[in-house]
């Protein structure tokens, strides 16, 4: 059974960078089928996809986000990572991991994070 959880600080001021990570058991990250990625909800919205990164560790981010974003992985640990930098009030949402099929997350995913961005 695939499993991602997703770790990192639940706070973030303005200006700074958020830095989450997701661990995933279950299945390597490297397999090549599947893609893994993050997406996030903001408070009243709908799911915005951030970016994913495929099993050769290619990247691809939402052009609106891309100037800020970047995803990685530690293949060694089964772990991907998201940094945002500059963040702002409007980056607060709960951000999920998810694991992605042709680049779309598909049924596995994390149970969330709230990120909040405030002073």
């Known amino acids: 059974q695939v499993q991602l959880q997703e770790s990192g600080p639940g706070l973030v001021k303005p200006s700074q960078t958020l830095s989450l990570t997701c661990t995933v058991s279950?299945?390597?990250?490297?397999?090549?089928?599947?893609?893994w990625s993050w997406v996030r909800r903001p408070p009243g919205k709908g799911l915005e996809w951030i970016g994913h990164i495929t099993p050769s560790g290619s990247t691809y981010y939402s052009p609106p986000l891309k100037s800020r974003t970047s995803i990685s992985r530690a293949t060694s640990k089964n772990q991907f990572t998201l940094q945002l930098d500059s963040v702002i009030p409007e980056d607060t949402a709960v951000y999920y991991c998810?694991?992605?099929?042709?680049?779309?997350?598909?049924?596995?995913w994390g149970q969330g994070t709230q990120v909040t961005v405030s002073s």
């Open positions: 279950g299945e390597s990250i490297t397999t090549n089928s599947y893609s």
């Open positions: 998810t694991r992605a099929t042709f680049g779309v997350p598909d049924h596995f």
